[in-house]
């Protein structure tokens, strides 16, 4: 199996933060997602006008409110819980930075386009947060941002979940054979059943990152004290070369 690791915060020359697996130097690429981070912004932090193509991406406010503006001549502010969807196609250029005073806080992944999509127009949506789809079972809440029953749809069958787990919970997450995702882990405390007599559970905590090929999973038991929230993201099967 991946190794898992904790990855470091970054600060943006506009003063913008992030966490960011990929890419790092711990793992280079993650094929075909792009990039992956948590940002955090405070004014006058931003990410500066930057260009984009052949990728989409999809951006999940945590907290505080985000402000996009485009090319496109969008200038939309979001509060937690919205997700921006962008699909660069043949390029656009935008900024990123906190539409109000205090902290903004995100999720951030790119994805790269199938090559007969690459030259597709720019364009973007917003989704709601009573758009998301929500399930609760023992303990968990579980939203749907991305993939099967969800109200966004990437151009590769991308799944992406949000799981909230109360104390001492239980939740298995486990990507398709073939398929390639990986683990983020928000906030909180939990720990991975070891799955043998000779292993010890593992802590997970905030920032960590854990790279799942396919055929891979993780049995996830919550702290007895505290809950947790993680962002699991996978593709079901890889495209073809």
Do not use: N
Not at 28 to 34: G, M
């Amino acid at each position: 199996m991946s190794q898992p690791f904790y990855t470091a915060l970054v600060m943006d020359r506009r003063g913008a933060r992030a966490r960011r697996p990929f890419p790092s130097r711990e793992l280079a690429s993650w094929d075909p997602f792009v990039l992956f981070e948590e940002f955090f912004m405070e004014l006058p932090g931003e990410f500066q006008e930057h260009p984009h193509r052949g990728v989409e991406m999809v951006t999940l406010v945590l907290g505080g409110y985000y402000r996009h503006l485009d090319g496109l001549g969008h200038d939309l502010a979001l509060a937690e819980g919205w997700v921006d969807y962008v699909v660069a196609g043949r390029g656009m250029k935008h900024r990123e930075m906190p539409a109000r005073y205090g902290l903004t806080r995100g999720l951030q992944l790119w994805v790269a386009l199938p090559s007969p999509d690459c030259e597709t127009e720019p364009r973007c949506r917003q989704v709601a947060p009573e758009e998301i789809p929500e399930e609760r079972e023992k303990g968990l809440v579980r939203r749907r941002i991305a993939g099967e029953g969800a109200a966004l749809s990437l151009h590769l069958p991308v799944e992406w979940e949000e799981v909230e787990m109360e104390p001492r919970s239980f939740w298995e997450c486990r990507v398709p054979p073939g398929g390639r995702g990986f683990l983020y882990c928000l906030e909180g405390l939990a720990f991975r059943e070891p799955e043998d007599e000779e292993e010890e559970s593992f802590p997970l905590k905030p920032g960590l990152f854990w790279p799942l090929e396919g055929g891979e999973g993780l049995a996830i038991r919550g702290d007895r004290k505290e809950g947790a929230r993680f962002a699991f993201i996978f593709l079901p099967s890889l495209p073809s070369p």
